[in-house]
Structure formats: structure tokens, C-alpha cells
């Protein structure tokens, strides 16, 4: 399945026009010659890209992603999202996607900002306000896209430019976290983020068990023990975990693995052997087997030209 920008799309990209350069302008000088710079205000991060960037690995955390310029792709289990400066990115739980930039050169960059949400504020946001907007629709991934609105757009604004008046931010950054936060939760993909993370719904069981998957991937999967851990029967595991995450417990621990392989390879220069071993494979020719399904390559022979960088 592939969800595309539409008609109102373009509409919003043309409201938000003005935010947006003053925001490009910002965020293109404080990144300068990287490619992605965390800032002062805990979780927010900048990217930019001066060139088309291929298919890349990416574990989503739960977050909200902003276009500024550009144009991205995320793929996630079967569905892919294509998304623009019109419209947001909101991941509920860690999920591992494939994510490719399709729109940058050196003259008009692509620009983007990532703000990992404190699921904690979000949880007392969503206690403190009785209503906050559509329901989530049933059986939906943990991932949507939702509207950049004005409002939005104008909150994300004033975020940014407290990164130029530390002594506001002290002050006022979590506010303008948590009103982004409320803009999000109460748009169109804000249900199934609240159905994800609140306490005792369905959802955030199987996201428990997301979880405890994202931080214990290196041990030996025990399907029992996990669908214990979620308060579930085995197979209402599997079917629930399938909806969220678009893949099975044992596919979501083995794309994790090897992620955190490739990232290893890529950042310690070590072989594929200790790779493998370091994220919980017994059998080295298993781990190759794998690697090689899912990044196309061998894994010194797919990583050397990331070392050469």
C-alpha cells in the first residue's frame, strides 16, 4: 500500500510557505556542512541533505518528523509513505523502516527537523484534555502521516528560533514541545498514537512487548514469555503485533539485529563475524544469509563504501 500526498496537500504547502523559508534559513545555518546536528532542546535534532539519498535503513523512535523542504520516502513492512513539507510523520513505537530522500540538491537542500516525543508528557497531555480529536481507526500501523497546518507549522517556528535565546528556551521549550505535541494528538493521525500509548488499551500492550523486543533483541525470542508480558494468547500476539508494526515479533527482533549490525560494521570497522555475534547470532553463516536478504550484499562488500566516507 502507498499513501501519497493529495489534492489539499498542495494547498498547505502554499499557507505555509513563509514559515517554512524563515524556518530553512535557521535550520540550513545551524546544521551547515552536516548532514544531521542535535540542538540544546533535548530530542530535537536537524537534517540536511544536498543530494538525492538512496533506500537507507532508519529505526524510527517514537516521534514527530517535520518536513521543512524536500521530499522523503519511508517504507514500512508493506506500505510506504511519501511525504512532503504538507504533511508530518508520527511514529508511536521503535520501528525499524527503510527511508530514502527523493528531493535535494545544493541550491534547495532538503530539510528536515525530528523531535523524539517524551512519552511521558504525552500520556499526562492526553489525561489533561478530555477530547482531543478523531478516533483511531482500527487495525492501523503505528506510523501515519498527518496535516502540517498553519498552527503547526507556526508552533514549530517559534521551536526553532528559541535555539537562538537560551534563556527563553530554559524556560519555554517543553511548553512548545507539549503544544506541538497537543497540535499532533488532536489532528487526524493523533488516534492511533493515543490508542498506542495510554495505558491499558490494546495497543499499548502489544507495545510493551515492542518494547521489551527493542531492548532485549540480543536474547533469544521466547514467544510465550512475551505474549505473557503483553497479557495476550499467543496467536492474538502475533495477529495484533502484525497490525502495529507491519511484521511478526520474530521479523521486527531480526531486522533489529540487523540494523544494529550494519551500524556496527559501519562505525567500528569490525568484521561480520563479531557483528553477528555482538547482536545475538549463534551461527555466522545464518547472519550472512540474512544480511545478505536484506541489504542485497554481503556485509563487508555492502558497507565499504560507507567506510570510504
Keep these: ?62 516521534s514527530l518528523a517535520i518536513i521543512i523542504r524536500g521530499k522523503k520516502r519511508v517504507v514500512l513492512g508493506n506500505t510506504t509513505y511519501i511525504y512532503d513539507a504538507s504533511r508530518f510523520l508520527l511514529t508511536a ?68 528560533r ?37 495505558v491499558g488499551t490494546q495497543r499499548q500492550r502489544v507495545a510493551k512487548a515492542v518494547a521489551w523486543l527493542r531492548d532485549h533483541y540480543t536474547q533469544p525470542l521466547k514467544i510465550e514469555a512475551l505474549a505473557e508480558l503483553a497479557n495476550m494468547g499467543v496467536s492474538t500476539l502475533h495477529h495484533h503485533f502484525r497490525k502495529l508494526t507491519s511484521m511478526s515479533p520474530l521479523q521486527y527482533q531480526k531486522h533489529l539485529r540487523l540494523y544494529e549490525a550494519r551500524r556496527l560494521l559501519i562505525a567500528e570497522n569490525i568484521d561480520a563475524a563479531t557483528a553477528g555475534i555482538r547482536v545475538g547470532y549463534e551461527s555466522i553463516s545464518q547472519f550472512n544469509r540474512e544480511y545478505r536478504r536484506m541489504f542485497g550484499a554481503p556485509p563487508i562488500r555492502d558497507v565499504a563504501p560507507l567506510r570510504s566516507i
Design 93 to 160: 513505537v521503535n520501528l525499524p523502516t527503510i527511508t530514502e530522500v527523493t528531493d535535494a540538491s545544493p541550491e534547495r537542500p532538503y530539510l528536515s527537523l525530528l523531535m523524539k516525543i517524551d512519552l511521558q508528557m504525552a500520556r499526562q497531555l492526553i489525561a489533561d484534555v478530555e477530547t482531543l480529536g478523531p478516533k483511531a481507526e482500527t487495525q492501523r500501523k503505528a506510523m501515519a502521516t498527518g496535516p502540517a497546518t498553519v498552527d503547526l507549522m507556526d508552533a514549530t517556528s517559534r521551536m526553532v
Design 162 to 198: 528559541l535555539l537562538d535565546q537560551p534563556h527563553d528556551m530554559l524556560h519555554l521549550g517543553r511548553l512548545v514541545q507539549r503544544e506541538l505535541l497537543y497540535r499532533v494528538l488532536t489532528s487526524s493521525a493523533g488516534g492511533r498514537f493515543r490508542d498506542t500509548v495510554m
Design 1 to 62: 500500500m502507498i499513501i501519497e500526498l493529495g489534492i489539499d496537500d498542495q494547498a498547505r504547502r502554499e499557507e505555509t510557505a513563509a514559515i517554512r523559508d524563515e524556518m530553512a534559513g535557521q535550520i540550513s545555518s545551524f546544521v551547515g556542512n552536516q548532514m544531521e546536528r542535535e540542538t540544546r532542546l533535548p530530542g530535537l535534532s536537524f537534517c540536511k541533505v544536498t543530494t538525492p539519498q538512496p533506500p537507507t535503513p532508519y529505526l524510527y523512535e517514537p
